[in-house]
Structure formats: C-alpha cells, structure tokens
C-alpha cells in the first residue's frame, strides 16, 4: 500500500519534544489521485507572521497539522535540532504538555522563529475531540 510520510512533532516520555516520522496509509481513491482515509478536524486557522519573529519555548496547546503556505520556519528542540519547513511542508504539532504536567521552561517544549525576508503564512488544522 502506498503511504504518505507524516512527520510528528511530539512529548516523548522524558517530557522533550522530538520528531519522528510516521507513515500515513492512503488506501482510497485511484491510481490518479490516493487518499486517506477522512480524518475528523475541529477546524482550522491561518496565520502570517512578519520577518524576523521567533518564539520562546513553549508546547503545543491543541494537535494540530501545520502546514507552511509561503515563508519559511524553523522548529528547534530542546537538543539542539531544528528543522526548517518552507512552503508545502507540513508536520503533525502534537508536543502537548504531558497530563498533570506544569510547563516547564527549561525542559518543555520547542521553539520556533522565521527564516528570511519573506512573511511567514501557515495553516493549522486541528484535531477533533
């Protein structure tokens, strides 16, 4: 079966954000155009940010796909990896703080900032639930 690569940005279990990557089955369809299966939302937003903004550390409020329209990002972790993301590159933002957890500035989370002169416009599709 064909798969679509979804990468995941996640709290592993020693509470740091990581990514991995994850395989999305697309079983529907046709041969011209594979699909997944419907995945339940709650709704999307956009967003532009101007050149030049980065964020603290902070965790992800709600699961979400993120999706890059135009711009670039970085996303850094707390080990010193970072990932940048330009247009049609998407993740899944999943680094929820972990259940009964206070944030913790110095281990939660991951950080993000724009790259380049170039506005940053992204889509954020939220997870049902």
């Not at 990581?18 to 299966?37: H, Q």
């Not at 990002?73 to 259940?99: C, Q, V, W, Y």
């Not at 900032?113 to 049902?128: I, N, S, Y």
């Amino acid at each position: 079966m064909t798969t679509f690569k979804n990468i995941v940005l996640y709290t592993d279990t020693d509470g740091l954000a990581k990514f991995r990557e994850e395989a999305l089955a697309l079983p529907g369809g046709s041969p011209k155009a594979l699909l997944s299966d419907l995945i339940p939302s709650g709704g999307f937003q956009v967003r532009q940010s101007p050149p030049g903004i980065s964020s603290d550390f902070h965790c992800t409020t709600t699961a979400q796909w993120l999706v890059v329209l135009s711009g670039q990002m970085e996303i850094g972790l707390r080990d010193g990896t970072a990932r940048i993301f330009k247009a049609g590159d998407h993740f899944f933002s999943n680094d929820l703080l972990p259940d009964g957890a206070e944030f913790d500035s110095n281990l939660h989370g991951h950080r993000s900032r724009v790259v380049g002169d170039t506005p940053l416009e992204t889509l954020f599709v939220r997870t049902a639930g």
